[in-house]
């Protein structure tokens, strides 16, 4: 038997790429241009797996994925997710040792900042960070180096000049693996489900009811939000990630009774959580309560009026 | 006295730029590099107030805005929204009639498939958006089209070969603009209030406990959105876009009683609902529930497992 494909969000040297890696599947990892041909490709069957950034995305693209699996799929499901730290190296020809340019994908310059500040770099853009990649590989120029992810370099010959020189340190950017079928429970491992929900009124108090459903039944909460449906002015899906594996029997109870409340529910996933390098706990790429944080949080109904 | 200031995502001609424009506010306008930059410059008083892409920007942005006005700020207050069309239009020096190469920011070009590939066009990157149409306009070449808002063109002395080539018609970005003070309520218009809530359990039901205060009270929500705190593993803050003006007696009410839950809050905002042209109701950018869709949410629970 030929070995499953799975498409990830190229090119080659991607962040998205970097993340299947780490997935470590046996399958035929190929690049595809967008989400939404990732999304086409899984739902078709015309790939067998895809791996689509789901938070904010370094590799640029700017498509809700989220709204392209609920509503632009039938039987789309995530499986797996990978957490990928947010790293730029900067990439040059074997045996250089200083550059005066720098040259990425807009966002990989955006995110580089202070590096490029601090050594004087001229900057120079490229459609991509794979693309910057292969264009000081393939130039003669020696004064020149490209900011991408640390396993780009490797694919074209290059090597890292300075690691990790993104301006934020602890950042990291979430993918979600999808396919036809989910994967069976495996023991040791906590699990998140991802089910979208069409309410039957959109009342608030609709929503407090479906939580208890929840909450009564001692599941946690993992995310939530809400998603406007265009067809219908003031209708609204809710997106819930909740802790525990969709064949859980509290799990579907609860799934059950959302359902005899009048909603319409998809089940959009079932997926071990990450477990892999780079993360705490659950946490994912955002910024910390610090000290201005928690004088913000200060119950200061009385903001300031334009007079 | 001077004009008050405010930035906007930059550069001239940005889709930042435009929806500045649309404010039509008494304010001299100025660009910043990046979101970060425009929220800390609002905050110390550098700038009296500052417009910020709040969904995805075609502009190129991948920080969250809604985690830095909330998490990296005290008392920067939402006090406008702006919602512009995505358009993307072609710009050329005038004269020319036929063009044999495209150029953008890689977003621009993504979003404009099918146009590059009917005109059998070669591309090119450049920066920002801004960034190509200067180019084209600085540069001798007449065979090169600058794909951009629809703005650009005219700042840099361009016209347009096409209008509005992006591949996905009916898309809209959302801006919000950030200051010290909200506006004072206008008689006829409708508003929106951002609060911002630190929970004082994690405890699942404790989300439909404050739902009910705004439930009770014939609030609606606009929408809802829960953040996890990277300093407190478990712990979220929910975002709620509630419709209704701070002061309102109902809305006052309602957060007075989510505090007396013990919960934390901010305000974040509290502004007029965007009536300018280009939206249908509340509805923005968003997919419809289609024919696919009904099937999806067919309440399936048994959802297949890899054997």
Redesign the interface.
């Known amino acids: 038997m030929s070995k499953r494909t799975c498409l990830y969000l190229g090119p080659a040297g991607s962040f998205c790429h970097q993340a299947a890696l780490l997935l470590n599947d046996d399958f035929e990892l190929q690049p595809a241009a967008?989400v939404a041909e990732i999304v086409a490709a899984v739902e078709s069957g015309n790939a067998d797996f895809g791996l689509v950034p789901i938070e904010?995305?370094?590799d640029?693209?700017?498509?809700?994925t989220v709204?392209?699996i609920?509503?632009?799929?039938?039987?789309v499901?995530v499986?797996d997710e990978v957490v990928v730290p947010v790293e730029f190296d900067v990439f040059v020809k074997p045996g250089v040792t200083s550059i005066t340019r720098a040259i990425s994908?807009?966002?990989g310059?955006?995110?580089c900042?202070r590096y490029i500040a601090e050594n004087s770099l001229q900057?120079e853009?490229?459609?991509?960070t794979s693309a910057a990649v292969a264009s000081v590989a393939q130039g003669e120029a020696t004064d020149i180096g490209a900011l991408a992810s640390p396993i780009a370099g490797a694919l074209y010959g290059l090597v890292p000049l300075a690691r990790a020189v993104q301006d934020n340190a602890g950042a990291h950017t979430k993918f979600y693996q999808l396919?036809?079928?989910?994967?069976?429970r495996q023991a040791g491992r906590e699990y998140r489900t991802w089910v979208?929900v069409?309410p039957p009124t959109?009342?608030?108090?609709i929503?407090?009811?479906m939580?208890?459903e929840?909450?009564?039944r001692g599941?946690?909460?993992s995310?939530?939000?809400?998603?406007?449906?265009?067809?219908?002015?003031?209708a609204?899906?809710?997106n819930f990630t909740i802790e525990g594996y969709?064949?859980d029997e509290q799990v579907?109870a609860a799934?059950?009774a959302i359902?005899a409340l009048g909603s319409?529910?998809?089940?959009v996933g079932?997926f071990p959580e990450w477990a892999g390098v780079g993360v705490?706990?659950?946490?994912?790429g955002?910024?910390?309560?610090?000290a201005?944080?928690k004088?913000?949080?200060?119950?200061?109904?009385d903001?300031?009026?334009?007079?």
């Open positions: 967008t904010n995305s370094v640029g693209e700017v498509t809700s709204d392209s609920v509503f632009n799929t039938v039987d499901l499986r994908h807009p966002v310059l955006a995110q900042q900057v853009t490229a459609a991509s396919g036809k079928s989910i994967r069976a979208t069409i959109n009342r608030t108090g929503l407090g009811d939580l208890a929840f909450s009564s599941i946690s909460l995310s939530l939000s809400s998603r406007p449906l265009r067809a219908d002015i003031g609204y899906a809710f969709v064949q579907r799934l059950e359902i319409r529910v998809r089940v079932s705490v706990g659950a946490v994912i955002l910024p910390g309560v610090g201005g944080s004088v913000s949080f200060s119950n200061q109904l903001v300031a009026v334009e007079e």
